[in-house]
């Protein structure tokens, strides 16, 4: 089915150890973003990816890196990661040019203790 | 950036009217949205609206857009408890989706 696909799911990480959050669409969008959810905050924009080649810092960027790897592929880095960044994290992708619909990933859920 | 805020909870009863409400503060807002979230789950989108638009209906759902105020709502009507979810509004603005904090609907039977 076509979408936007994240993995993993589910994480649970130590303080201090580092991982890479996976994002890939396949509806040729240009623009890709990461959001983090948090209880009563609702979505935070962590970064973006307006187009292939280009990233920029969101609201919320501190203790996070990106890479637009390709057109299809937007990853989400934490190298050093922190109690504070246990939420939920969604991939979402839009055709800019079209200015419809967001698609959203199905979400995961990263505990750091 | 730009704020858009939203009540927190919404309790209404099966087959009653739902509105849910939601302010912005970017005139230049181009794209105006609501999605569901269900527990555990994605953002799904129910509707959109154009900044040029006043109002879309789409079988239960109305949207109303007061521009000069900044205001968006989301009617259901005959609420199901199937509705049971959050609901976010967003604003689509350069670039970048602005969600408020989301509005958690709770349809009693």
């Known amino acids: 089915n076509a979408g936007v696909t994240q993995t993993p799911k589910f994480q649970v990480l130590k303080t201090g150890q580092s991982m890479t959050l996976q994002c890939a669409q396949d509806m040729n969008h240009n623009s890709m973003y990461w959001y983090r959810q948090d209880p009563g905050m609702g979505l935070r924009l962590i970064y973006y990816?307006?187009?292939?080649?280009?990233?920029d810092k969101g609201e919320v960027p501190n203790g996070y890196n990106v890479s637009r790897l390709n057109k299809r592929e937007f990853s989400l880095r934490l190298e050093s990661a922190a109690p504070s960044q246990t939420s939920v994290y969604f991939c979402a992708s839009i055709n800019r040019e079209m200015n419809t619909e967001a698609f959203f990933g199905q979400g995961t859920r990263l505990t750091v203790v | 950036g730009e704020d858009v805020e939203q009540s927190l909870f919404l309790s209404v009863r099966e087959g009653d009217s739902s509105v849910i409400n939601c302010t912005y503060t970017?005139?230049?807002?181009?794209?105006l949205y609501w999605y569901k979230q269900e527990p555990g789950a994605g953002l799904q989108l129910l509707t959109y609206i154009f900044s040029n638009m006043d109002m879309k209906q789409d079988q239960r759902l109305t949207v109303l857009l007061n521009k000069k105020d900044k205001h968006l709502s989301l009617r259901i009507a005959d609420t199901q408890t199937g509705d049971s979810a959050i609901y976010f509004c967003a604003d689509y603005n350069f670039n970048k989706f602005y969600f408020g904090s989301g509005t958690k609907l709770n349809v009693k039977p």
């Open positions: 990816s307006a187009s292939e080649g280009t990233t």
């Open positions: 970017d005139s230049s807002s181009t794209y």
